[in-house]
Nanobody, 115 residues
């Protein structure tokens, strides 16, 4: 059984930092592209950052220079370091694991940035 469990969300002040973590069990983690998405009510889920099995990173323009994605294959964990947070970063953040057409999602973790 595959489990995708996020943690680390919460409340932060504008300009502050938070780190999200996601641990995945039940898959060959090192083979999966890992990503973080976010969604606010009434809007589509959007890609925030991704990292390939080889370690190539990609970021949404809105978070470049502020967020950093990383993976630790030995712990089946992907993290998202979020710095210089803005109120626009407020959303539910979802961890995603992808291998070919296979997708797994976490339950989401709320990030709220106060002005």
């Amino acid at each position: 059984q595959v489990q995708v469990v996020e943690s680390g969300g919460g409340l932060a002040q504008s300009g502050g930092s938070l780190t999200l973590s996601c641990v995945v069990s039940g898959i060959t983690f090192m083979a999966y592209r890992m990503a973080w998405y976010r969604q606010v009510p009434g809007k589509q889920r959007e890609l925030v950052a991704s990292i390939t099995p080889g370690g190539d990173e990609d970021y949404a323009e809105s978070v470049k220079g502020r967020f950093t994605i990383s993976r630790e294959n030995g712990f089946s964990r992907v993290s998202l370091q979020m710095n210089s947070l803005k109120s626009d970063d407020t959303a539910v953040y979802y961890c995603n694991a992808q291998w070919l057409s296979t997708l797994y999602w976490g339950q989401g973790t709320q990030v709220t940035v106060s002005p």
